[in-house]
């Protein structure tokens, strides 16, 4: 069974730094290209910064320089270092496995809120 368990969101106020951490299970976790994704209300999901399975990375304009995402193979676990935050930063992250067009697996989600 597939899983995906997102954790380390919590409440921080601008120019904080939070790190999430997902952790899969029940595929080849080193095979799949990771990504993290977040969503406000009434918005579509946007991607935040993805990393392939050989480890490119690539991240949205607007978190560039402040994000870092990151994997540990071993660990089958997926890392997004977020420094400097802002209140535009608050929504609900979604950790996202994807294996070519054929597979994708989502996580429930984890809140972030950037707030004095």
């Known amino acids: 069974q597939v899983q995906l368990v997102e954790s380390g969101g919590g409440l921080v106020r601008p120019g904080g730094s939070l790190r999430l951490s997902c952790t899969a299970s029940?595929?080849?976790?080193?095979?799949?290209?990771m990504g993290w994704y977040r969503q406000v209300p009434g918005k579509q999901r946007e991607l935040v910064a993805a990393?392939?399975?050989?480890?490119?990375?690539n991240y949205a304009d607007s978190v560039k320089g402040r994000f870092a995402i990151s994997k540990d193979n071993g660990k089958s676990t997926v890392y997004l270092q977020m420094s400097s935050l802002k209140p535009e930063d608050t929504a609900v992250y979604y950790c996202?496995?994807?294996?070519?067009?054929?597979?994708?697996?989502w996580g429930k989600g984890t809140q972030v809120t950037v707030s004095s």
């Open positions: 996202n496995a994807k294996y070519g067009i054929w597979r994708s697996y």
């Open positions: 029940g595929f080849t976790f080193s095979n799949y290209a």
């Open positions: 990393i392939t399975s050989d480890g490119s990375t």
